[in-house]
């Protein structure tokens, strides 16, 4: 989901349950939703995932290197990684 705070739109992530709100029969009236932000997690776990595929193995020629790491980072970054503006 995105939200403008502070004056920008950014990417963020919740988790939340529904619980029953019941009214004075026992009857369910409505939910109360409580959510938390798990933005931090949830981008970390993207990076995390990009830096384990951008390991490659140490090559002897520094360009063939970059090359290669380079390839490697463009391949695993995902759409969600890319400004949406």
């Not at 349950?17 to 981008?43: C, M, Q, S, W």
Request: hydrophobic share 40%; net charge negative.
């Amino acid at each position: 989901m995105f939200v403008e705070r502070m004056g920008f739109v950014e990417e963020t992530y919740f988790t939340g349950n529904f619980t029953p709100v019941r009214d004075e029969t026992g009857k369910v009236a409505g939910f109360y939703n409580a959510v938390h932000e798990v933005t931090r997690l949830k981008i970390g776990e993207r990076w995390r995932e990009m830096l384990q595929k951008m390991q490659v193995p140490i090559l002897s020629d520094e360009v063939s290197c970059t090359e290669t790491r380079f390839h490697v980072l463009a391949e695993s970054l995902s759409s969600e990684d890319w400004p949406t503006m």
